[in-house]
């Protein structure tokens, strides 16, 4: 069965985008035929971290609007044979984005074989985020350790589970994940930062994974290279461990705490 | 058509002085407290005095002014009230106040039973609200005419309020407002406080005001001389 999963926060500049791109490609490396839809129109840069944004021609709106079908629209990854990208308008306004058509997108992309369906919330509450929740089975929502982007995932978690098709429908209600991002354990235990246990705490939500902040996936981003490609960095591992967990196999959390680096591990570099 | 009488609960503002402004505060504070939940809310203005000369017209809009709907107005009207209120083609309201009789206890000291004098019974529905899990931040919870159960937390940002009492079965770190008709009896119960706003009867505590010992605490709250006054929550 396809599954729709929609990348969302409330807060912008979490990490949605980049954890979408990750995400996208760690399904898509399992085997599974994968969409990466990028709802945020008028600010897309979703093919940017992707490394496509060359090979962009139609869009999703080209294609809500009838002016190009799918198969036009779709940016085929060069790396990755099961992997696609739905990119967003950049000049459109989000008015454009109706349940209608996004619907339609949707079944069509169902239709046409494909396994999961990974929606780029923008940020807000507005029309463009409304819509890219409206449809999932699953939601990742994307918390910083702070509290005004827990504080937002609150509200977006709220809007889940009342806004959706699912709850309009009465259906069983969309699965909710919590992925933290720009973890730092030794800021949070210089207490500068909230603890998984404090954000567990505020938001009751299932834990998918925790994503160390790393210079790491600011480079994969100005390569257009996923950090889940770089398996040699803590990140790319985070974010593998996390495709594991959604895909049923359990992972230990690793890079969740911090260790002063001792006299031993600075001479051997550990 | 039909005509039936049904019985409404509606929010009544007292006004006991000339000054009209004193009522656009009253108003005021009470949609901050709730915006969403008071915007275009039917509301009530008590004249609490015969003896007050009231520009009603001017009432009206600053009602209005703050996002209610003028119901009409209640009280121990004189004549000339009631003809001014009249003129401006405002609704005077009589309230049947509901005479609840109380049960008669006699106790025969001689032979050690109680007598109770029943009423004749009564049907009175007794409801609760009862929600089963988070509220999270910009959700509301509103239990019309009765207590509210909230088994879980009430997140920052979210709101639960009540015509009656409130009992969170969880942490509190939201609003919650109980006695939201203006019921001063009706208290909050909660496991863990550290609410952003407290409120009873629209009188209300910020978090600041909190006392520091109170606050994480199982607590209830409650109105005693207008004032927002904390308790422990015993652990038994
Ligand atoms: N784990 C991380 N460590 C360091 N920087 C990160 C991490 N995750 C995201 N970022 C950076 O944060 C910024 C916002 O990320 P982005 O994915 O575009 O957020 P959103 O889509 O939620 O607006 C980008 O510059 C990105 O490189
Ligand atoms: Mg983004």
Redesign the pocket.
Known sequence: MAKVIVVT?G???????????AIGCGLAMSGAKTVIIDF?IGLR?LDL?MGCERRVVYDLINVINGEANLQQALVKDKRISTLFILPASQTRDKEALTKVGVEKVIADLKADGFEYIIC?S??GIEQGAMMALYYADEAIV?TNPEVSSVRDSDRITGMLSSKSHRAELQLSPIRVHLLI???CPERVEKEEMLSIEDIDDLLGIELLGV????????N??NLGEP?ILNQDCD?GKAYQDAVDRLLGIDREFRFVTYRKKGFLSRIFGG | MTLKSLNFTLLVVNIDSDELSLLSEELNKKRMMAPDFFSDAPVVVKVESETLNLDYLQLKQRVNDQGFILLGITGDLSDLQKEQIKAQKIAILKSSKRVVARNKVEIDSANKTVEVERRAFVPVEVKTKIHTGRVRSGQQIYAKECDLVINGDVGAGAEVIADGNIHIYGALRGKALAGAMGEKSACIFCQSLSSELVSIAGVYKLSDDLAADFVGKGCIVSLQDEQIVLSNLSRV
Not at chain 1, 13 to 20: E, L
């Open positions: 926060s807060k912008g500049g979490v990490g949605k985008t980049t954890s979408s791109a945020d840069n971290i780029d923008p940020a994307t991002t720009r973890y994503i160390p902040e790393s210079q790491d996936v600011l994969a981003s950090v990140a």
